[in-house]
């Protein structure tokens, strides 16, 4: 696990890039700090650089940038190829030389060997830069899921990329300008999707493309991997015999895993999810496996017990700490900086937290996440095509009848009773006109509705592309819309930050692009069925672990953040959201955000969602606009 920055100038030697790139370097010490490089070559003007975090291959062997055997490839490389002994045992007998013992040159003279196909090799996650001298083409590329990140700025001379925004953003001659677009985004479902950033002429490559930049100055973007097209055909498989075929895949995925020179752990919630890696893997670990979670001191958020219980069950070396009011306070300073652009994802306080915890003890991290994407087991699929199912037998004028007969309520600002029942009338009311199940799904996990969002903007955010636009039944639409869209821009931005933060590797198992194309093959049955939400896994996980240790009612990984904001943190927001800071930007609509905030104050819970959302955009703001 490591950062990557880098530069291409196509016309011009890119003088003062080179200063630059020792800043952008620096700007990611955090992702790396066991080892850092830079490789330039001024007469074609392209800079590669790097920090290292020590996993494979300690030795000065695995050091980058690195030079193929042949001259021609000069590669960094962020991440790890768990199926590059494989790889390397077929470059070898091909005449190929690989001196080294980990991943990183095995990457590379695959690329030497196969050119830019090489990457359909890969079992891993990564975010690729390769320079091809002979071509003068600059090559990026990111993993199938998108678990690694890769953002690129290109004003259609140069292109300058990293594996944060803070390291594109230390390359100067250009002034950061806010995409209302992004914003617009991010406040509707609280993260940005690719292939946006908050920044304008700023771009995430999107998961299974790679990018080709060519030596007259065309950039073109390739899918070498789409989820949809991967689909098999199960049909006359009988439940056991997939079940066994997933277990034995989730044994080769997770083993893979734990191919590490250093130490390894597991972040364990005592979940569904969680709790099968944790099994599987103590099977295979050859001693005890180290587990970490945490607590929270207020029993309606805290899990912490579950993940004992399923600990001791499987003998592992448990290691759990709780999260209180004092923590977040010393954490959220931090937001802005944590993730270098707007998120609202606020269970990012745990997961730094945990991640904080587990670096004291390993250096490698296993995550659970993806299980609810691919065998779903979110609530709001569940509710969705309940829902839907029964809406939809009301005529379209008499929905968007009811939809309007609703709206006065919530537009008179009066106060309401509880968090659930304001959060069930708002959603209700944006989801009455919807016309098909895709979009009765996007309005109802839309935490901001984008008639509000209009409102505090000034204009209607962007729509994304509908769930609709995938095949299958209103419930397996849904998981490929998350998959696509939540998975990598929320949840597996969250994780990497966080884990990056602490300095140490977290990795994916439920995310092997292998179980990712079988979880999506099964029969919808086998996903939700007769168990309820992730039917088949949790086959797979009663052969290893009591069902009555996991049987509980979904909570995720939720934090009290919206009632800190309200209560102890209130200070926090009147700094940030303060009229003589929000003029700094001029984005928000006063009285929408005063509107806002003085509903929150009279006791309306559901504004405070919408408050946090703009208190995490001004931690942001003032991070890295108002004080760069």
Not at 114 to 143: K, N, Q, S
Request: proline share 6%; aromatic share 10%; hydrophobic share 40%.
């Amino acid at each position: 696990m490591c950062g990557i920055t880098g530069y291409r100038v196509i016309d011009g030697s890119g003088d003062g890039l080179e200063v630059d790139l020792r800043e952008a370097v620096a700007s990611l010490r955090h992702r790396g700090p066991d080892d850092t490089g830079q490789w330039t070559d001024r007469v074609a003007g392209v800079g590669l650089g790097f920090r290292r975090l020590s996993i494979l291959d300690l030795t000065p062997a695995g050091h980058q940038p690195m030079i193929s055997s042949c001259g021609e490839w000069v590669m960094v490389f962020n991440g790890e190829i768990y199926n590059f002994r494989a790889i390397r045992a077929e470059l070898e007998s091909r005449g190929r030389c690989v001196r080294s013992t980990g991943d990183a040159e095995v990457i590379l003279e695959a690329f030497a060997e196969w050119g830019p196909y090489a990457v359909e090799r890969f079992v891993g996650m990564f975010a690729i830069a390769l320079w091809h001298a002979p071509t003068r083409c600059l090559h990026l590329l990111r993993d199938r899921v998108g678990v690694k990140p890769l953002y690129y700025r290109w004003d259609g001379n140069a292109i300058m990329f990293g594996s944060e925004l803070k390291a594109v953003r230390a390359y100067r001659g250009w002034t950061p300008e806010i995409d209302g677009d992004a914003l617009g985004d991010y406040l509707q479902f609280g993260y940005i999707a690719d292939p946006r950033s908050i920044y304008r002429d700023v771009f995430k490559l999107p998961p299974g493309h790679r990018a080709e930049l060519a030596a007259d100055g065309r950039l073109t973007l390739h899918r070498y991997w789409s989820l949809p097209d991967r689909l098999r055909d199960l049909h006359g498989r009988s439940e056991a015999d997939l079940a066994e075929e997933l277990e034995a895949l989730m044994v080769e995925a997770f083993s893979y895993r734990l191919i590490a020179d250093v130490p390894v752990g597991v972040f364990l919630s005592g979940g569904v999810d969680s709790s099968v890696v944790a099994a599987i893997l103590q099977q295979h670990a050859g001693q005890a496996l180290k587990t970490f979670t945490i607590g929270f001191d207020r029993p309606e958020f805290d899990e912490s017990p579950y993940a004992e219980a399923v600990a001791r069950h499987l003998g592992t070396e448990h290691h759990s700490r709780t999260l209180r009011l004092d923590d977040a306070k010393q954490l959220l300073p931090r937001w802005g900086d944590l993730f270098d652009e707007p998120f609202g994802d606020e269970s990012g306080i745990p997961t730094l937290m945990v991640s904080q915890t587990a670096a004291e003890h390993v250096k490698v991290v296993l995550s659970a996440d993806g299980g609810d994407e691919l065998f779903s087991g979110y609530n709001a699929y569940g509710i969705a095509i309940d829902r839907w199912e029964r809406l939809r037998r009301i005529p379209g004028p008499g929905r968007r009848a009811l939809g309007a007969a609703l709206r006065p309520a919530g537009a008179a600002g009066r106060a309401l009773p509880t968090t659930r029942t304001a959060r069930r009338l708002s959603t209700l009311e944006r989801s009455l006109s919807a016309r098909s199940a895709g979009e009765f799904y996007e309005r109802s996990i839309s935490h901001i509705g984008r008639a509000d969002v209009a409102a505090l903007l000034g204009s209607a955010p962007p729509r994304r592309a509908s769930p609709d636009a995938y095949q299958g039944l209103p419930g397996e639409r849904f998981c490929f819309w998350d998959f696509d869209h939540y998975l990598p821009g929320d949840v597996l931005t969250k994780v990497d930050r966080a884990t990056m933060a602490a300095s140490i590797e977290g990795r994916e198992p439920l995310l092997d692009h292998r179980l990712v194309e079988l979880a999506f093959s099964l029969p919808f049955s086998l996903r939700r069925g007769e168990l309820g939400p992730k039917h088949l896994l949790k086959r797979v996980l009663y052969k290893h672990v009591p069902r009555e240790l996991v049987e509980r009612p979904k909570r995720g990984f939720a934090v009290p953040v919206t009632d800190w904001i309200a209560g102890d943190l209130r200070g926090l927001v009147a700094d940030h959201c303060a009229p003589s800071e929000l003029a700094r930007h001029g984005l928000f609509e006063p009285t929408i955000v005063r509107r806002w905030l003085d509903r929150m104050d009279r006791g309306d819970l559901a504004m405070r969602r919408r408050v946090w959302f703009l208190l995490s955009f001004q931690m942001w703001y003032q991070r890295w606009i108002a004080a760069p």
